[in-house]
């Protein structure tokens, strides 16, 4: 274990080196409002990718798919693995759409307000800001009970350096001080990542002890046909997909991209490469239970890897959590502010660009509080996040639909969700009872709402279709 103060000083030292490099960045290229919410049709192909698989690849990586490895095996790691990559290309035809419909738009809720009005607009927002307050939360917990390994640094210190370092740089640099960091933290995560792989590898002295362990203990995590690893990874699968539609820092990157092949290509390749990374670090849960190891199967990678490394990559070990978690919290950071600003811009049009940037960029210090709070506790956030996955299946049908038809409404829309929401919850588990009915819940709630809108298209008075023509006039540019 590492000393408290020299760990608490390397903290420092490499948060403090991302936010440096992404205050010059943004002090280098400092740009309009537009720049600092969506930094429209400036990205590349590499940037787009990079910057998505930055994103991607939060802490969660080191204890979420070896634990899901534990007790779903193969099945449940291929399908977290695929789940990751889903909602990357799910987004290229409704990212398509969407430039095609609104080219100047920044957010998902604007497209909600005027597609379907207020009452919609309402339950998108309140799902999406659920959704991102549970992610950074996670996040942030992560890279806290990670230090807690190393060194015995209180959960709350590792929290404030973390938010305020990525603060500092995110609140003055927006999105492009975001994407920056993003390529910047992928030259230390992926080295560090196949480091770790390789060391992992050594430490369980190759596939021949683990494969014989689980053959003689769980020999069910092996067997892709296993009933209640399918289901696990089922499960993963569903739940990912949908939550990734709600992210606010997806939509800002596929505006970002320079053209409609460039969002494509970035999105595509971006979760493709996230693939690989994701199922190897689930091969360290099955390495875990081969192996005999016990206890909590959340620091899985730890258990494994720790006692076999040298100090100066235990110490390496702190810039790797840092770059995953900081280039995870600077997109929630980034895309909050992105929704305070244009949201701000609707209902009090006559603010001025420079108010606008100032409120963007502080107001988003209020999120930092409560976030530092529930990380400094070390709670496990997971049920929230299912919870956050339900909320985002039963609006995605309804949200999404209205891309496309133009006869869909929002009472219909609001009807819709809310009745999926109702059946999800129906048998959503309770907080601590086993998720027996979870993939029941997930497929219900991303089910329902479909059923429902046919019914009411087929049953409901016609309605005026809605003119799409209308979502283009109404939404310009910031700095219009």
Sequence with gaps: MLANTSTILWLLLFAGGFAIAGVLYARHDRGSLEDYIVARNSQSTTATILTLLASTLGAWILFAPAQAATWGGLAAVIGYALGAVSPRILMIPLGKRMRELIPQGHTLTEFVIIRYGKRMYGLTLIIMLFFMFIALTAEITAIAKLVALLAPVPLWATAAIVMGATLLYTSYGGIRASIFTDKVQMLVIVPL????????????????????????????????????????????????????????????????????????????????????????????????????????????????????????????????????????????????????????????????????????????????????????????????????????????????????????????????????????????????????????????????????????????????????????????SLDD
Aim: aromatic content about 12%; proline content about 5%.
């Design 193 to 476: 990542l196949g480091l770790l792989a390789v060391l992992g590898w050594r430490a369980t002295g190759g596939s021949t002890p683990v494969i014989s362990g689980l053959q003689a203990n769980a020999p069910q995590l092996l067997n892709l046909s296993d009933p209640i690893g399918i289901k696990a990874g089922l499960t993963f699968f569903v739940a990912i997909l949908l939550t990734g539609l709600f992210h606010q820092g997806n939509w800002q990157r596929v505006y970002a991209a320079r053209d409609v092949r460039t969002m494509r290509n970035g999105f595509l390749l971006g979760g493709l490469l996230a693939m690989p990374v994701i199922f190897i670090m689930g091969l360290f849960g099955l390495a875990f239970v081969g192996l005999g190891h016990g206890g909590d199967s959340s620091v899985a990678v730890f258990s494994i890897v720790l006692p076999h490394i040298p100090d100066w990559f235990a110490i390496s070990l702190i810039p790797l959590g840092l770059a995953l978690v900081m280039s995870t919290a600077d997109t929630v950071i980034s895309a909050v502010s992105s929704i305070i600003a244009v949201d701000i811009r609707r209902l009090v049009p006559q603010t001025s660009k420079t108010t606008l940037m100032a409120l963007s960029r502080w107001l988003i210090f209020l999120l930092a509080i409560p976030v530092m709070i529930a990380a400094s506790q070390g709670y496990s956030v997971l049920y929230l996040y299912l919870l956050a996955d339900l909320f985002c299946s039963a609006a995605a049908f309804p949200v999404f639909f209205g891309l496309f038809s133009r006869r869909y409404d929002g009472a219909t829309a609001v009807v819709s969700t809310l009745f999926g929401l109702a059946a999800g919850l129906f048998l959503f588990p309770a907080s601590g009872a086993k998720p027996e009915y979870l993939l029941e819940s997930f497929l219900l709630a991303a089910l329902v709402p479909v059923l429902v809108s046919a019914i009411m298209l087929r049953f409901r008075q016609p309605r005026p279709h809605f003119d799409f023509a209308h979502l283009k006039m109404a939404i310009r």
